[in-house]
């Protein structure tokens, strides 16, 4: 179990335990309740506003402003157009992008958007400052406000997350890559309550372990689409096309979680994050194969029963659940049918044919830096793949080669420098071996 998190994971709100305590010095297990909210909108700053995560959870602000107001929004830049647009509608001071080249792109999105919305007979709204370079979506993690929503995609947002845990802001974390990559230097970070999942299962696992004490948890259950390859060998795995691996049968995701789903590599991230979330020995999680996508994880406690949550798949749930932890908001997604029928499965997971969960089991039980080189080398793979370079089935096995060649045990990791150099090597690494296999092919 990582030393850095607590094993009071799991309790109650007024449960005959105690009073509520943090997961894991990150996740707070308070029932929560909708008067508990109070009367002043949550303050909320978003990174990566124009990804997956950053327009859904914007959906969700602009259907509940008594209960959220946007402090500030972050993205990459590739897409100003959208970034003036949302900054301009929720009225925000400042936004952040990390491509210096997208500034003036940005300004000049900006003045399209004041003037169509002065146009359209709206008060003349105030031109946000923008931000720009390598350290402006750090700097806005630490922006004022009382959440920070950690949307960035991959290992680059961890210096975000750790300026918004630094400043003392509540972490909605989206981002599992920089919890993956930094390992301790995140955790022992994050004050009880501080970090809140938004991975559907992690949101999921949170919100079950309310129902019982820490020594009454016996597993955690991961369940997993499978994937739009669920049931394909091996063999015909490598003909895979990054179209084919494009296409999701339950969920609407950005390119790399899609990928990564594909792959079953977003199933081993996970199983990483909830083991230094909730600090559960990896033995005691498990992952299951649900095609349905309906239920979203489950807790099994030592009196057999088993406690599980199931919803349509629509991220907007565990986002809002995130921003307004430990209350819910209304309506936040469509709640199932329940005057259709419907049947639910689940199944093992073939290691054989996806052994990306073995091997993040392995990474993560290795420790160190570990599990930030499975992060990164899986990274630069995805890339590989879609620019053609390795097969699908290649992603992984590269992924597994490098971790081999990474001894974590002497690597002592104290900065964020340190992670940051592991990573690079990491990549490094997997783009040599990458290009080897393209020469040979």
Known sequence: MPTSVKKNYGRAAGSRSGPPTGQNGSVEASAGGSAAHGARPRDVVILGSTGSIGTQALDVIRRNPDRFRVAGLAAGGGNPALLAQQAI????????????????????????????????GQAAPAVPEVLAGPEAVTAAAAWPGDVVLNGVTGAVGLAATIAALDAGRTLALANKESLITGGSLVTQRAAPGQIVPVDSEHSTIAQCLRGGAPDEVRRLVLTASGGPFRGWSRDRLATVTPEQALAHPTWNMGPSNTLNSATLVNKGLELIEAYLLFGVDLDRIAVVVHPQSIVHSMVEYTDGATIAMASPPDMRLPIALAMAWPDRVPDAAPALDWTKAATWTFEPLDEEAFPAVRLAREAAAAGGTAPAVYNAANEECLDAFMAGKIPFTGIVDTVARVISEHDASRVGVTTLEDVLAVDAWARRRARELNSEGETAS
């Open 89 to 120: 509608e929720f009225g925000v001071t400042s936004v952040a992008v990390a491509q210096p080249s997208a500034r003036a792109d940005v300004q000049a999105a900006l003045a399209v958007e004041a003037a169509a919305a002065q146009a359209a």
